[in-house]
């Protein structure tokens, strides 16, 4: 498979392959913590890296028995590659701080109510009416999350891809979408219950409220790109 090349991403520990094995080979990085992608000195790469692609070693998690496994896997290291970029599981304060600021520039704008919060450890994010909470919750990476199952629709991952010039676009497409339906509850909140009951059908990717969301991320995140060299993420 030919590898895809993307700037470097303004989140993720940026080092060179020699810093990496190091880091894995005195136990500072495992997979629980994080994922890393091969690189150069100025371009990520969509080839995945993993401490157990140095170690030989993988833990597996078994469904059946709820326990780790050890299992020895073969080592692989590319050394066509210099650099490395490593990903922590739970994100980045970087990142965090960008959605942050995204979020409350819509809050502001549309006079959401809601709140948003970030935990780590799962594999989605979404709009909660109960509290109206947005959560975005960080697995290893953005395309890791894809992978296990993002609450993004299947027509919108394909799109998503072309869409979001880095894994940080994928989380404020993440974002966006779940602030549209923050935005359905607090200012069409009849049509948000309507459509929210058909939640247990199949095909909840074809559902409008689902659409509409995915509609509206298209649309906002290219605003971000524009904007991401003039607004300053950090105050
Ligand atoms: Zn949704």
Redesign the pocket.
């Known amino acids: 498979m030919k590898i895809k090349y993307n700037p470097l991403p303004s989140y993720g520990d940026h080092m060179t392959l020699k810093k990496f094995i190091e880091m894995v080979e005195t136990g500072c990085f495992i997979d629980y913590d994080g994922c890393g992608y091969y690189a150069t000195k100025t371009k990520i790469s969509d080839k995945l890296i993993l401490p157990s692609h140095i170690t030989g070693r993988e833990q597996r998690f078994s469904m059946e028995t709820g326990k780790f496994t050890t299992v020895n896997i073969k080592k692989t290291i590319d050394k066509n590659f210099d650099y490395v970029v490593w990903y922590y599981k739970i994100g980045d304060k970087m990142c965090k701080k960008r959605l942050t600021y995204i979020f409350n520039h819509y809050k502001k704008t549309f006079n959401l109510k809601t709140t948003l919060c970030f935990k780590s450890n799962g594999e989605f994010?979404?709009?909660r009416p109960i509290d109206n909470k947005i959560f975005i919750i960080f697995p290893y990476s953005v395309v890791e999350a894809i992978d296990i199952g993002f609450?993004i629709?299947v027509i919108s991952i394909g799109e998503f891809k072309n869409l979001c010039q880095t894994s940080e676009e994928g989380y404020i497409f993440i974002l966006l979408?779940?602030i549209?339906?923050a935005i359905d509850y607090t200012h069409n909140y009849i049509r948000f219950q309507k459509e929210a009951k058909k939640y247990n059908e199949i095909n909840l990717n074809l559902q409008p409220?689902?659409k509409r969301?995915?509609k509206f991320a298209i649309k906002e995140i290219k605003k971000w790109r524009k904007k991401k060299t003039k607004v300053n993420f950090t105050d």
């Open positions: 994010s979404f709009f609450n629709t979408h779940e549209k339906h409220i689902e969301a995915d």
